[in-house]
């Protein structure tokens, strides 16, 4: 498995500069300032939030339309700090479905005809991630399915995490598939049996715990240890 390293300070990303670039329609960024240091090693791990703060989200997606290729939810998974089922409910379509994905995802149309419908998994949703952090891999494609936004301090988007990206010798703007990630640093395999939310959900949990004193001390100090998200997203976030 990879090891973790720690990344300089230089690749942190001050709060005041995130809220900008969420804000922002511009398509450069600018130089990234200093941040703060990293929690010193040999320190007592401190907890920063407790368990109950955090919960993994994953959306699960089927495609709309015969030109253009859209993505719509077709299912939405939410678990807790320690993996346990919070919300698993397919989504019943807005749209006339193209493409259910069968060979990954499983789904047919039954799954989907008598589901709940989109406004009552959204209003579910919102319910369950509002004051929460959410965990997750590639957040913004969750809200944006979903059609909602979430404050951009309490993500925690494992797919923009830069250690990760330091540690397997990776250019800073270059993301990974969560199976490679879970690979490296898990030393496990996963969705060899398909698109199952629940696995990339606790997939993803089980990144951020197994650094989330680090991940959390950079954020206390007043930086940010994650890449941007794409600036078409940034609606995403607040």
């Given at each position: 498995?990879?090891?973790?390293?720690?990344?300089?300070?230089?690749?942190?990303?001050?709060?005041?500069?995130?809220?900008?670039?969420?804000?922002?329609?511009?398509?450069?960024?600018?130089?990234?300032?200093?941040?703060?240091?990293?929690?010193?090693?040999?320190?007592?791990?401190?907890?920063?939030?407790?368990?109950?703060?955090?919960?993994?989200?994953?959306?699960?997606?089927?495609?709309?339309?015969?030109?253009?290729?859209?993505?719509?939810?077709?299912?939405?998974?939410?678990?807790?700090?320690?993996?346990?089922?919070?919300?698993?409910?397919?989504?019943?379509?807005?749209?006339?479905?193209?493409?259910?994905?069968?060979?990954?995802?499983?789904?047919?149309?039954?799954?989907?005809?008598?589901?709940?419908?989109?406004?009552?998994?959204?209003?579910?949703?919102?319910?369950?991630?509002?004051?929460?952090?959410?965990?997750?891999?590639?957040?913004?494609?969750?809200?944006?399915?979903?059609?909602?936004?979430?404050?951009?301090?309490?993500?925690?988007?494992?797919?923009?995490?830069?250690?990760?990206?330091?540690?397997?010798?990776?250019?800073?703007?270059e993301m990974l598939p969560l199976t490679t990630l879970v690979k490296q640093f898990m030393g496990r395999d996963i969705m060899l049996n398909g698109d199952i939310p629940v696995e990339q959900a606790r997939s993803a949990l089980d990144l951020f715990r197994s650094c989330e004193q680090t991940w959390e001390g950079v954020i206390a100090s007043g930086a940010w240890p994650c890449a941007?998200?794409?600036?078409?997203?940034?609606?995403?976030?607040?």
């Open positions: 498995m990879a090891t973790l390293h720690h990344i300089p300070n230089s690749c942190f990303l001050p709060h005041s500069l995130l809220a900008l670039h969420m804000a922002s329609n511009s398509s450069t960024h600018g130089h990234i300032p200093s941040g703060s240091t990293l929690p010193m090693a040999g320190k007592q791990p401190q907890k920063f939030f407790p368990s109950r703060k955090y919960v993994a989200v994953q959306a699960q997606l089927v495609y709309y339309g015969i030109i253009s290729r859209l993505p719509m939810v077709a299912r939405v998974t939410i678990t807790d700090y320690r993996g346990n089922v919070v919300l698993d409910s397919f989504v019943r379509p807005t749209q006339p479905v193209s493409d259910y994905r069968t060979n990954e995802t499983g789904l047919q149309p039954a799954h989907l005809e008598n589901a709940p419908t989109f406004i009552d998994v959204q209003r579910q949703v919102a319910g369950l991630i509002r004051n929460k952090i959410i965990v997750g891999y590639a957040l913004w494609n969750f809200l944006s399915v979903l059609g909602l936004s979430h404050p951009a301090i309490d993500t925690r988007d494992v797919a923009l995490f830069l250690s990760f990206r330091r540690s397997l010798g990776c250019k800073p703007t941007l998200p794409p600036l078409a997203h940034a609606g995403c976030f607040t």
